[in-house]
């Protein structure tokens, strides 16, 4: 019996690596979310100033956007086999062709013309990668009214970390820090980096 039972497992062990030699899919499930390059400016007599944010909590302005990505991404999962990538977002699932070029991924889509193309999709390889998204805010107050702002970085995706030069451009109300004369006035932006490993 101890030899039948022997047997039995070696031929289940045999084939379990034989399998394994024959699979190049690499496995991958999403790990961490965290906040990078949380950059703060407040208006000023002479424009806005870069504000020392050591001792702010970017979790202040951007904790909705934090929760949001973690919820979502709990339990995303994602697959390299070939060359094809198989993302597994919870209800969403996609595969797609990739290819790698300077430490970003691509994947190949299709346009509502039929038209493929390669568009970016995260910093890395298929041992581990990360999804940034970039996201802003700004104060303004104008004539005693106080408005706030989303500032979307829909564009800048393939960029590892964007500026006050970027978060001007897609500001509705600030053309430049010169513009930022009240005390109120503040931008505030960051990069949500998400680990995929």
Not at 39 to 61: C, L
Request: glycine share 4%; hydrophobic share 30%; with cysteine.
């Amino acid at each position: 019996m101890k030899k039948c039972l022997s047997l039995i497992l070696s031929i289940v062990l045999l084939s379990l690596a034989s399998c394994s030699d024959n699979d190049d899919t690499v496995w991958l499930s999403y790990k961490e979310t965290k906040i990078a390059n949380f950059k703060m400016y407040v208006g000023s007599e002479n424009g806005g100033v870069e504000v020392n944010t050591a001792n702010i909590d970017p979790k202040r302005y951007f904790r909705y956007e934090l929760n949001s990505i973690d919820e979502r991404l709990k339990d995303a999962s994602c697959s390299f086999s070939g060359n094809k990538i198989t993302d597994n977002f919870g209800d969403l699932y996609s595969s797609a062709k990739y290819k790698i070029t300077d430490n970003k991924i691509y994947i190949l889509e299709q346009n509502k013309y039929g038209e493929t193309y390669w568009a970016f999709y995260a910093f890395g390889h298929p041992d581990g990668f990360k999804r940034l998204t970039h996201y802003g805010y700004q104060y303004q107050t104008k004539e005693n009214v106080y408005t706030l702002t989303f500032l979307h970085f829909d564009y800048y995706e393939e960029l590892e970390t964007i500026n006050i030069n970027d978060a001007i451009e897609v500001s509705y109300d600030f053309d430049s820090l010169d513009e930022m004369t009240s005390i109120t006035d503040t931008i505030v932006f960051c990069t949500i980096e998400s680990y995929f490993r």
